[in-house]
């Protein structure tokens, strides 16, 4: 009998959620999302030093073209883009997919902010001659986001829409035409777990796969080009329990458990044969789309809290950046796991918790090296390698 993983494979496309360069390098993934961790991660390996100095000295040169002085975050902010348009290079000559690069979360609000980094970094992956259908820009599911959204996809940038955990959210994407959305199924089973006290639910109750199974069938049903890619799994089941989605961004380990695993598997959804028919089409303006968030409490909880993670993501990787920026022009250096601990321990107690992460979840379980849910400032130093301990000079 053929693997789970292999019956899985013939109903949707698997991609690996990987952490770092390395990572895609061992996998060699369909697809692979440029997120802010993943630069950081990725900036740290000793092979990309060069790629990181380069992108200072470029964003150096291109600062002085605008002002006589350049403020030092000017240069930082675009070495990071740089970063993305260089790292992102590299992974599409390993995979067979596309990218899709995260945009800041910190500009969720500002759609014209949006569409100008997406255009920026597109002009360098077209001068590179890399096709438009292998590069996605990754924006946050606010309605601002979404406005951006729809005027990127009339340009021809293609898009993924993340951070999606309501239904007005999936509807409001679609109808701008997103490329593809990214409804996060362990965080949303996070919050009612937290609302109901229950400690688990059997896959086929679970509430963010019920979810994501309303958006595919909504979606499918209306004729959308949209695709769905569910991600942020907790357990295999879930993964299973969503066999036929579009696209599912399933864990490392989660998918060598799945190739070693020989059990028949059935398909939970089907673009033509989508159960619960009729299902009213929604109608959905800023007015309608800002009063449906106002009611839904989990999507707008988990929405401000994955906002907050990535912007703390965003701003852990200035500061790495920084670090090496200080290096090149005086010499100087910082305490630079200890700031980047500072950024994500919310609340001073000596511990980050998954909560307080709001991250990557790949990147928190490999920094949790002794898995008890919280990371420390010492996991975070070895986490950097044992060139960036806290004591050391930090070498990005």
Not at 103 to 127: C, K, Q
Not at 140 to 146: A, C, L, Q, V
Not at 206 to 216: C, I, W
Not at 318 to 346: C, H, P, S, Y
Request: aromatic share 6%.
């Amino acid at each position: 009998m053929p693997s789970l993983r292999e019956q899985l494979e013939r109903m949707s496309v698997l991609v690996a959620d990987c952490g770092d360069y390395r990572t895609v390098e061992r996998f060699r993934p369909r697809d692979v999302a440029v997120t802010a961790s993943f630069l950081s991660n990725s900036a740290q390996l000793p092979e990309h030093t060069v790629i990181v100095d380069e992108g200072l000295r470029w964003a150096t040169r291109a600062a002085a073209a605008t002002t006589d002085r350049p403020r030092a975050d000017r240069v930082v902010g675009l070495a990071i883009d740089w970063l993305a348009f260089q790292l992102g290079l590299k992974v599409l000559n390993v995979i067979p997919g596309r990218i899709s690069v995260e945009i800041d979360a910190r500009l969720a609000g500002n759609s014209p902010a949006i569409i100008e980094r997406s255009r920026w970094l597109l002009t360098h992956f077209d001068s590179a001659g890399i096709p438009r259908s292998r590069v996605l820009v990754r924006v946050p599911g606010t309605w601002e986001g979404i406005r951006a959204v729809e005027q990127l996809e009339r340009e021809g940038i293609h898009t993924a829409v993340t951070l999606v955990f309501g239904m007005h959210q999936a509807v409001a994407a679609a109808e701008a035409k997103a490329t593809v959305i990214t409804p996060l199924v362990g965080r949303i089973v996070d919050w009612h777990r937290k609302m109901s006290g229950a400690e688990s639910y059997p896959a086929s109750e679970d509430p963010g796969v019920s979810l994501v199974k309303r958006m595919y069938n909504y979606i499918k049903q209306h004729g959308y080009g949209t695709e769905v890619m569910a991600g942020s799994f907790r357990n295999v089941e879930e993964v299973t329990e969503l066999a036929g989605c579009d696209r599912l961004l399933v864990a490392p380990n989660f998918l060598a458990g799945l190739g070693m695993t020989d059990a028949p598997l059935a398909r939970r959804l089907h673009p033509q044969a989508v159960p619960g028919a009729n299902m009213p089409r929604i109608a959905i303006d800023e007015s309608s789309y800002r009063a449906q968030h106002a009611a839904d409490a989990m999507t707008r909880e988990k929405l401000a809290e994955g906002l907050h993670g990535f912007g703390r993501a965003a701003l852990a990787l200035e500061k790495q950046i920084g670090e090496r920026l200080d290096m090149m022009t005086d010499g100087k250096k910082r305490n630079l796991a200890r700031e980047i601990f500072e950024v994500f321990d919310l609340d001073a107690d000596g511990v980050i918790t998954r909560e307080e992460w709001g991250g990557a979840t790949a990147v928190f379980d490999a920094l949790d090296t002794d898995g008890d849910g919280r990371i420390t400032a010492d996991e975070v130093a070895v986490g950097l390698g044992s060139a960036f301990r806290l004591s050391e000079r930090i070498i990005l």
